[in-house]
């Protein structure tokens, strides 16, 4: 079985831009969460979807949003980028939505540099 | 959710047990302990998870003291492979309950 996949796998875009990340969940699995990754830090939690609606965000600037489509793969999107937001940005797919007996799996993330 | 507090770095020997610890001593009756990995470059993986009982699976052994204020993680015999930052995370199960709050974790360097 293939595991959650991340596109693209780097990326450098410029201060002002905008980016779309990409996340293809595990087969059969409903939720997508986004994390962000800054170096040196453990991940942040940005957004949760389940069935294609927003479960939980995070504390991140309304420059970040996200979205889930009907096969279940999601988009993260981020407006006026900031020197800040370079970060290894993290997927993650579950089941359902909630945590229950199992945990999350993760993607290897983008790794995005804002210059 | 609880907070927790793990040390920021270890060394094992190759071959010996690695014994992680973490301690969380406002932990709610409703409040799991997880713990993931993240080995450089990757994303983190998860180990384990418990309530008050010990656990065991084919990665790794968790202790959970009987007070649930600290826990351990255990890696029988450390490979080179184990290199990694270990996280251990508190979180309530149910409603709600759809993120992880990462720590800065333990930085564990497996020597040979």
């Known amino acids: 079985d293939a595991g959650v996949t991340q596109s693209p796998t780097h990326l450098i875009k410029t201060r002002g831009q905008h980016v779309t990340l990409r996340c293809s969940p595990i087969?059969?699995?409903?939720?997508v969460s986004w994390y962000q990754q800054v170096l040196g830090q453990g991940p942040q939690f940005i957004f949760q979807y389940y069935e294609k609606e927003e479960r939980g965000r995070g504390n991140f600037p309304d420059r970040f949003s996200a979205r889930q489509f009907p096969n279940y793969s999601s988009e993260l999107n981020v407006n006026a980028l900031l020197l800040g937001d370079s970060a290894l940005y993290l997927c993650?797919?579950?089941?359902?939505?909630?945590?229950?007996?199992?945990?999350?799996?993760f993607g290897s993330g983008t790794r995005l540099t804002v210059v | 959710d609880a907070k927790t507090t793990q040390p920021p770095s270890m060394d094992c020997a190759e071959g010996r047990a690695a014994n992680l610890p973490c301690n969380h001593s406002?932990?709610?009756?409703?409040?799991?302990v997880y713990w993931y990995r993240q080995i450089h470059s990757q994303g983190p993986q998860y180990i384990i998870h418990?309530?008050?009982n010990n656990e065991t699976n084919e990665m790794a052994s968790l202790i959970i003291t009987e007070d649930r204020k600290s826990s351990t993680l255990i890696l029988p015999h450390a490979t080179l492979r184990d290199t990694a930052v270990y996280y251990c995370?508190?979180?309530?199960?149910?409603?709600?309950?759809?993120?992880?709050?990462f720590g800065k974790g333990t930085k564990l360097s497996v020597i040979p």
């Open positions: 406002t932990i709610s009756g409703n409040e799991y």
């Open positions: 087969s059969g699995h409903k939720s």
């Open positions: 418990g309530l008050k």
């Open positions: 993650a797919s579950s089941p359902e939505s909630q945590l229950f007996n199992y945990g999350y799996t």
């Open positions: 995370i508190v979180r309530r199960s149910g409603a709600g309950s759809y993120q992880l709050t």
